[in-house]
T-cell receptor, first 116, second 118 residues
Framework: DARVTQTPRHKVTEMGQEVTMRCQPI?????VFWYRQTMMQGLELLAY????????DSGMPKDRFSAEMPDATLATLKIQPSEPRDSAVYFC??????????????FGPGTRLTVL | AQKVTQAQTEISVVEKEDVTLDCVYE???????LFWYKQPPSGELVFLIR??????QNEISGRYSWNFQKSTSSFNFTITASQVVDSAVYFC???????????????FGSGTQLTVLP
């Protein structure tokens, strides 16, 4: 049963520290999305990639957030320096850009980040 | 700009009742995709269904059914004979197709918290 995996599942850190979240998309999926979920804002897109190329990162605070796909099996989201307002659940999702199941996005379990 | 509205913040029903979750969307694209996701208390987001804008046929899957009406820009979700395990937050989402016809990001509604009481 193919699934998106994310690590770590939980992260508690102090303000100013660097945080790196990792995502392994479903094998064969060529689109990867990063979403953030908070009580106030709900689910919002941070960035997404197609064939490892970044297509849209307009939802991401550029001064502190960065997203990369070093290879097809790994996507990373980094926050440096972290701030308390970054506390949220960060979801990674993957999908296909073509074919019968195009546009269906499958989500990982999320990383719950708490910045003290 | 695309927008998804789920006006029902919380719904509470007694087990075995039918319940309908409303979703209204806005988009200027003629090709788009609509989705429903379930988020149980454990927190993961579970994909339930995708509909294409050019296919208005309603769909039934077990106790779940979806009513897509372009005329009213709605994509409602009905659970028949609800069960306690259906208790979750349900999100409706919209994805516009880019110029190439392939997917873009999902725009989510604010979600409806469904509680099914025993």
């Amino acid at each position: 049963d193919a699934r998106v995996t994310q690590t770590p599942r939980h992260k508690v850190t102090e303000m100013g520290q660097e945080v790196t979240m990792r995502c392994q998309p479903i094998l064969g999926h060529n689109t990867v999305f990063w979403y953030r979920q908070t009580m106030m804002q709900g689910l919002e897109l941070l960035a997404y990639f197609r064939n490892r190329a970044p297509l849209d990162d307009s939802g991401m605070p550029k001064d502190r957030f960065s997203a990369e796909m070093p290879d097809a099996t790994l996507a990373t989201l980094k926050i440096q320096p972290s701030e308390p307002r970054d506390s949220a659940v960060y979801f990674c999702a993957s999908g296909l850009a073509s074919g019968r199941r195009m546009n269906e996005q499958f989500f990982g379990p999320g990383t719950r980040l708490t910045v003290l | 700009a695309q927008k998804v509205t789920q006006a029902q913040t919380e719904i509470s029903v007694v087990e075995k009742e039918d319940v309908t979750l409303d979703c209204v969307y806005e988009t200027r694209d003629t090709t788009y995709y609509l989705f429903w996701y379930k988020q149980p208390p454990s927190g993961e987001l579970v994909f339930l269904i995708r509909r294409n804008s050019f296919d208005e046929q309603n769909e039934i899957s077990g106790r779940y059914s979806w009513n897509f009406q372009k005329s009213t820009s709605s994509f409602n979700f009905t659970i028949t004979a609800s069960q306690v395990v259906d208790s979750a937050v349900y999100f409706c989402a919209l994805s516009e197709a880019g110029s190439s016809g392939s997917a873009r990001q999902l725009t989510f509604g604010s979600g409806t918290q469904l509680t099914v009481l025993p």
